[in-house]
Nanobody, 127 residues
């Protein structure tokens, strides 16, 4: 059972990246997907979630209007489209999956509610 995030890299201020989160060994269909990030010296921050049916999403204020979360259960993959990137978005980005009977999507993500985590992908935004 594994989640693998990819798509990170180095981008200039104002640029875009699309992160992918693919599940291996289990189906994402009944899981809420969350994206978290951790910058050096800072606590991990929950920035976005999407419900198991894709109808409900959550965004932290820091990314609202710039990032878009989506999922394609046929591909067993979730995505995070990141536009208008800023240097303060520089962090390691993690995806996680939580049981949809446990995770509430319309509130700030609680790490403790997520069962599966990937190793993360680094995003660096240069000024």
């Amino acid at each position: 059972v594994q989640l693998q995030a990819s798509g990170g890299g180095l981008v200039q201020d104002g640029g875009s990246l699309r992160l992918s989160c693919e599940a291996f060994g289990f189906r994402l269909d009944y899981y809420v997907i969350g994206w978290f990030r951790q910058a050096p010296g800072k606590e991990r921050e929950g920035i976005s979630m999407i419900s198991s049916n894709g109808e409900t999403t959550y965004y932290a204020e820091s990314v609202k209007g710039r990032f878009t979360i989506s999922r394609d259960d046929a591909k067993n993959t979730a995505y995070l489209q990141m536009n208008s990137l800023r240097p303060e978005d520089t962090a390691r980005y993690y995806c996680a999956a939580g049981d949809d009977t446990t995770v509430v999507v319309n509130t700030s993500p609680d790490e403790e509610e997520f069962d599966y985590w990937g190793p993360g992908t680094q995003v660096t935004v240069s000024s």
